[in-house]
């Protein structure tokens, strides 16, 4: 049942892609969204979940990635910002739904040195889940990037690590602080990185909603390319109307000063008015009737 729901929700958006005529211009404008939607529907088809690591430097995002492989793949350090750059590992389990996972550790959002941060967000933002990681209680800047993510409709969880630098109380106090600052209707997650705690929860919930995150990230990214062609294809024909509108507006103008008669005026004034709301419609690909 869930190899066919996933196959046909694959199908559907394929077909509706394929239905899409852009123009060679629209192709070039948005080539960057076309690839990350056609990456994002490849990894559909192919049952391929994304788990991207976000947060500032010195969390312990790699750490964390390392445990959940439990090998030491993704390079560790005791200076800060030892990851420059995306890196990305497959991590295999027993019993998963999906044909692969897919983690990826990024360089912290705060580290100066990045040459791209835009891309690391951008490359981030496209995974399927987020786990989004700190050390302490949250800063401004922590509260920032997770709204970031929220207002694109990402799934987070928040993993609490390096715990073994408070004790129980001061845990507890941090934990109610997360709480009382991330939105209380959003319910998101929040897993303190504790032996097999954290690989035993999201190897469950990658158990039973895998393949319901990689179809939903799917739905989301092709709703969001559909809503900037819609938006870029308004805005040019908006363009394009205020040019027709100053250009029958100027031809109106000069042919009533020069016609002295009032009849030919009220006439002609009505055969540019009428050809003006025919070109209009034809730029907003509107049909009139006789």
């Avoid at 010195?58 to 030491?72: A, F, M, Q, W």
């Amino acid at each position: 049942m869930k190899q066919f729901k996933i196959n046909k929700n694959y199908l559907l958006l394929k077909n509706w892609w394929e239905t899409i005529d852009l123009t060679n211009y629209e192709k070039s404008f948005f080539n960057r969204e076309i690839i990350s939607f056609n990456q994002q529907l490849f990894r559909l088809k192919e049952k391929k979940i994304r788990i991207g690591a976000y947060g500032k430097s010195g969390v312990g995002k790699s750490s964390v990635l390392n445990s959940l492989l439990e090998k030491d793949i993704f390079k560790t350090d005791i200076i800060n910002g030892t990851t420059r750059e995306i890196q990305a590992e497959e991590w295999k389990f027993k019993d998963q739904s999906l044909n692969s996972i897919e983690l990826l550790d990024s360089p912290g959002f705060d580290f100066c040195n990045i040459k791209f941060p835009d891309k690391v967000y951008s490359y981030i933002n496209h995974s399927d889940l987020i786990l989004f990681i700190v050390s302490g209680d949250l800063n401004r800047n922590e509260l920032n990037e997770i709204s970031s993510f929220i207002k694109d409709g990402k799934k987070i969880i928040l993993i609490l690590n390096k715990i073994d630098l408070f004790n129980k109380n001061e845990l507890k106090e941090i934990i109610e602080n997360i709480k009382f600052k991330l939105p209380k209707d959003l319910n998101i997650p929040i897993i303190i990185n504790n032996e097999n705690n954290l690989k035993n929860y999201i190897a469950k919930l990658i158990n039973q909603y895998g393949e319901i995150l990689l179809t939903l990230n799917s739905i989301q990214l092709a709703d969001k390319l559909f809503l900037k062609i819609k938006e870029q294809r308004l805005k040019r024909r908006q363009k394009l109307a205020q040019s027709t509108i100053g250009k029958f507006s100027t031809i109106k103008a000069s042919a009533v000063a020069l016609n002295p008669f009032i009849l030919f005026d009220v006439a002609g004034s009505f055969a540019l008015d009428t050809a003006l709301i025919n070109e209009l419609s034809k730029i907003y690909g509107l049909k009139l009737k006789g």
